[in-house]
């Protein structure tokens, strides 16, 4: 075969034994002066083999690239050279420069925009459902023969360090799709430079061919411990051929081949191992990459083209989660969601973003990511669901229904450096790290929406099983008056809110806020004669009135100012928490601070509508720092949903004991709970410092007990399962809770004499 057909025969395969056998009956898959050094080295593993955990997080990396590819076209077919001056100096200000969108949020554009945007980029699906090829093909600059050597095969070679536009910078992230190819690790390329950019180089005379070359990986040979990436480049030449065009692009299902393609790139990668994601390629692997990519810079258009699929079309636009989330939030998201604030930490600038869906609805778009960390639109580290069940944010209720995008592009090079590793997939431990999960501890745990939410789904869940907790309480209090031992546990454990006896308090109304705010006022004043108190290390918080929107500080059009000033000087540290019409607002003191100190903050709220700006003023004296502690002011400071100062929040009643739910198979709860049939008890934080107890009462052992033990009444049985659980589960609670010195021996055997001493 001449060069063109070997590039389309190669094209048309979707297995690796069909490219072997093509490479072999060329005379190419034996001969191994044909195959190169992968970047040059040969231990090019050490670099390839350290990227990316799964192959979804690999194949962002090709898309991403895909999407700078075609940024720097853009910039190069104007005449201008990628690093210099008249270059765009961010990815929002390119996508301003080149395509009129405006903030460089695809979100403002329309669908059909979006659409035809999304023509230079796309990925296809072939072959089969069990084994699945991907080809990412973008109308970007492309490469020559020449010059793929230099740019699409190296590796750690500075092509775009210096382009402030674009994601990639260590030239290493294209090879993280390897070790995810099949067995022997397959991958096409096919390029040529894209004949209008006006930059080329005059030396090129590949410039007009194209170019074509397979990536495999072969075995350690003898003495040498890891494997070897290889390109193919017979007489180390890229092979090459002339054509105006290709057949690369996919028509109308199920062509896969069926368009032109004139200029650009097409990476094929065989048999894919991507788990769990190998469903049509329109629902599953669409979500995770909209997870991946929340904030794409460029969309790519999706095309299903293995056969067996049915519907009434098989191709659609990826646009990012972002973009999901802002068409489908009526549907999907509660109301008032999602908001967003700024968080400072380590003088580092970062942007969270806070989704709250509704019930059952968040797992089209998160599995266990709760946090994820983004940079230019890419998603570069996560922490799981379990952040949100931390003792220091306290909401378990609502853990599976949240997500928060937490914005770093902001963040300086060194800081990105100390935060997240090369491989864009994982957070480095350290210093930055933990100061940014304390920020977003205690952004969730005081915001007020969330706090309200999580209260409406408690209420939900238990309200109805609240008188069932008497029965309970009466014979728990009987057991106390003869028990020294769970007397003394319950003196020493905590005191349970019920949310549902309301005070002097207000239900939740719809809140109708304004674009643009007609008062922003603080609730309290606090005069230089008067002023609030703060221990030294301890933030404090003072709240503001308005009737301003809720995104008002976070839209993309015409957003509100705030700024803080402490005796002239602009305070960085703080934390805004807009909800409803009430504003937190989180301050950290000043480092050289001393105690008996009055500063003066003076707050400032600006936007495109106002002559003049809101301004408050409010005096802060420092006292003496507080011990850190289980105490401490912080960690039992009331939640902002119980404030009283305003009426915006609820009094609380409480209750001394737990409240104790007992969940059935044909319950609500047993699915929303995860239970199994094993499973005892699952203890709930109620978010107030306090417990709910969910019992299953079609647990299996209890079940077989009430069959093979007819002695005993199955009520009596039941009772003596149930308080004995939640008796347990406080043992356990409180010994958990009190960072115990004892012995865990000590601790079985305290909890095993509780045990008898409830069922006796």
Request: net charge neutral.
């Given at each position: ?10 094209v048309?395969a ?18 191994s ?35 700078d590819?075609?940024l ?13 001056k008249?270059a ?14 405006h ?11 979006r659409?035809?945007l ?5 990925l ?5 459902k069990?084994?699945?090829?991907y ?22 070679k ?5 382009t ?15 070790r ?28 007009n061919?194209w ?26 030449k ?31 990668l065989?048999e ?7 469903t ?14 929340p ?12 056969k ?10 990826l ?31 970062m ?10 609805r ?40 949240l ?21 864009r ?31 409406r ?93 809720n ?17 002239g ?41 106002l ?38 929040g ?14 059935f ?5 047993w699915?929303?709970k995860?239970?199994e ?9 109620d ?8 019992i ?9 007990e ?14 003596r399962?149930?308080y ?7 043992a ?16 079985k ?12």
């Open positions: 075969m001449n060069n063109k057909d070997l590039a389309l025969s190669l048309h979707d297995t690796e034994n069909e490219i072997i056998n093509i490479l072999k009956k060329e005379g190419y898959w034996d001969k002066d044909d195959w190169q050094l992968y970047g040059g080295k040969e231990n090019n593993f050490a670099t390839i083999g350290n990227q990316k955990s799964r192959a979804e997080d690999a194949l962002v990396e090709k898309i991403v690239n895909s999407v590819a075609v720097m076209a853009e910039c190069l077919k104007r005449g201008f050279k990628t690093d210099s008249e765009p100096t961010s990815i929002a200000d390119a996508l301003e420069k080149f395509y009129n969108i903030n460089g949020k695809l979100s403002n554009i329309t669908p059909n925009e659409t035809k999304a023509e230079n980029i796309a296809v699906s072939t072959g089969s069990s084994n699945p090829c080809s990412i093909i973008d109308k970007g600059e492309g490469q020559s023969p020449n010059r793929l050597p230099d740019t699409i095969l190296s590796i750690d500075n092509n775009k360090l210096r402030p536009f674009v994601q990639g910078k260590f030239n290493m992230g294209g090879t993280a799709v390897l995810f190819c099949g067995r022997e690790n397959l991958q096409l390329i096919i390029s040529k430079r894209n004949p209008k950019i006006k930059i080329q180089d005059a030396s090129d005379d590949s410039i061919y170019g074509v070359t397979i990536v495999r990986r072969e075995n350690p040979p003898q003495g040498v411990r890891s494997s070897i990436y290889k390109y193919l480049a017979p007489n180390n890229i092979l090459r051929f002339e054509s105006d065009s290709l057949k690369l692009m996919p028509g109308n299902y199920p062509n896969a081949y069926q368009n032109e393609l004139s200029y650009g790139t097409f990476i094929k065989y894919y191992q991507m788990t769990g994601l190998k049509n390629i329109l629902f599953d692997l669409n979500y995770k990459l909209s997870l991946l990519m904030s794409i810079a460029l969309p790519v258009r999706l095309y299903e083209r293995r067996g699929y049915k519907g009434h079309t098989l191709e659609t636009t646009s990012g989660l972002s973009v999901r989330l802002d068409e489908d939030k009526k549907e999907n998201l509660e109301s008032g969601f999602p908001v967003s604030g700024p968080i400072t930490a380590l003088g580092q600038k942007r969270a973003s806070i989704f709250a869906f509704k019930r059952g968040s797992t089209n778009y998160t599995r266990d990511e709760g946090i994820i960390f983004v940079i230019n639109g890419q998603t570069h580290g996560t922490l799981s669901k379990s952040f949100f069940t931390r003792n220091a944010v306290r909401h378990s209720y609502i853990a599976d229904s997500l928060v995008v937490v914005d770093c592009s902001e963040l300086d090079g060194r800081a990105r450096e100390d935060l997240f590793l090369n491989s997939d994982r957070l480095a431990s350290g210093e930055l790290r933990s100061q940014i999960e304390r920020e977003l501890e205690i952004l969730l745990r005081e915001h007020k929406g969330l706090n309200q939410l999580r209260e789904r408690r209420r939900e869940d238990i309200e109805d099983k609240l008188e069932d907790s008497k029965p309970l309480a009466d014979v728990i209090q009987d057991i106390l008056k003869k028990s020294p031992t769970l007397s003394k546990l319950f003196i020493k454990g905590v005191r349970l809110p019920n949310p549902f006896n309301i005070v002097n308090g207000k239900r939740e109304e719809q809140y109708e806020g304004k674009k643009f705010p007609t008062f922003f006022t603080l609730i309290k004043e606090y005069p230089e004669i008067a002023p609030k108190d703060c221990p030294k290390n301890v933030r404090f918080r003072v709240q503001y009135k308005t009737d301003a929107v995104d008002y500080f976070d839209r993309d059009n015409d957003p509100g100012k705030f700024s803080l000033y402490v005796n000087t602009e305070v960085e540290n703080k934390q805004i928490n807009p909800w409803n019409g009430y504003i937190n607002l989180n301050v950290l003191l000043p480092d050289n601070v001393t105690v008996g100190d009055v500063l003066c903050f003076e707050s400032k709220v600006e936007d495109v509508s002559i003049e700006p809101f301004v408050s003023r409010f005096y802060i004296r420092v006292t003496d720092a507080e011990k850190k502690n289980n105490s401490s002011n912080e960690k039992n400071r009331k939640n902002p949903s119980t404030d009283n100062k305003g009426n915006e609820e009094n609380t009643s409480h209750l001394d004991l737990p409240n104790v739910i007992e969940v198979k044909n319950d609500k709860n699915v929303s995860e239970f049939n094993e499973t005892a008890l699952h203890v709930f934080e978010g107030q410092g306090g417990y709910d107890f969910f299953n009462m079609n647990n299996i052992h209890l079940l077989s009430q069959k093979s033990n007819g002695s005993i009444d199955s009520k009596l049985l039941n009772a399962y149930k004995g659980m939640v008796l347990i589960g406080i356990l609670l409180k010994e958990n809770n009190d960072n115990t010195e004892k012995s865990i021996e000590d601790s055997n305290q909890v095993g004499n509780i045990f008898t001493e409830t069922v006796n």
